[in-house]
Each structure stands twice: as C-alpha cells, then as structure tokens.
C-alpha cells in the first residue's frame, strides 16, 4: 500500500512505524492508495483522518496509524513518546477544571482549550482566545491570547501542543 502523509501528520506516521511513505502538502498530487492527513483536510484518493490538536487526540492518531501500519504498539510503548513531553503528559486524558472562562475563535483551539480545562463561553470571560491566522477578525480588545495555529510552529505534534499548553497556562 502506497501511503501518502501531508507535513503536519509525518511525524504521527514515523512513530507508527510506517517506513514507506510520500510527503506531500497535496496529497492527491501524488499516486498514492491512502492518505494520511489532518481531520479538516479533503482528497479525492482513500483517507484516515486524524487529529493531532492535544496530547490525546496525538495518542489516538497513532494508535489508528498503528492499526493500518499492522503495527502493534502497547500503550505503553506510544506513552513512550510522550516522555519527553511534561505539558502533554500532564493533559494526556485530562480531565481539569478551572475557573476561568475564554471565549474561542476556533474549533480546533476548542480541543486544547477544553483540554487544561477552561470554560468556552460567549459572554462574561476572562480572555479571548483566537488562532493567529484570525487575528484580523477578532472583535474585541481586551485580555487576546494569539496561539500559533500551522504557519510558524514545529511540525512536531508534540512540540505544537507543548507550545500552546504553556501559552493557555500562563493565564490560570
């Protein structure tokens, strides 16, 4: 099986063990049976969608990798990869809650929001918080909280959550 990833997902693919594969931001550019790709992304050819926005959504994505790879990793095996990783193994199938309430431009920074647990309200919060490419769009003008979405930031999913985890706990 030919298996087409997209820059975001190849880290996700390495660590499931897939060796053979084509990195491509358009997957549908190359000849491929499978694509492997971010939840929100579209192709024509045959896809596993996977998210990678917080610490569990990165263990689920390799498992499911895992799984189309016929690679059996224990659990333990992918808490491995976490090792490294305080802020994501500290929400690793978190279940926190705190007083604070945020307001939230977009669906994927719900997830992490959600995650170091935060109310998402529309009215009566603490802080705004909005992905990068939304900073034109924001209405408001007090208490904003810019997180980095896919531009400038690791390609690492790890290192993606870390960054936005420690940006999210400097407001508790």
């Known amino acids: 099986m030919k298996i087409v990833t997209t ?17 491509n931001r358009f997957p549908d550019e190359e000849e491929g049976d499978l694509a492997i790709l971010l939840s929100e992304s579209k192709v024509k050819m045959n896809s596993l969608p996977i998210k990678i926005n ?3 959504q990165i263990f689920e994505s390799i498992k499911k990798v895992c799984e189309i790879a016929g690679n059996d990793l224990t659990d333990d095996e992918i808490l491995s ?34 995650d170091v647990g935060f109310n998402i309200v529309s009215d009566n919060f603490n802080h705004v918080i909005y992905p ?36 999210l706990e400097n407001l508790i």
């Open 81 to 114: 990869f976490f090792e490294d990783y305080e802020l994501c193994r500290k929400y690793l199938n978190s279940d926190f809650k705190r007083s604070v309430n945020v307001k939230v431009y977009s669906e994927f920074l719900k997830d992490i929001v959600s």
């Open 54 to 56: 917080t610490a569990t």
């Open 7 to 23: 820059p975001m997902c190849e880290e996700i693919v390495k660590l499931a063990g897939i060796k053979d594969y084509a990195v």
């Open 132 to 167: 990068d490419y939304l900073k034109d769009k924001v209405i408001e003008t007090d208490n904003l909280v810019e997180i980095p979405s896919h531009n400038d930031i690791s390609k690492n999913p790890f290192k993606k959550a870390e960054l936005r985890y420690s940006i």
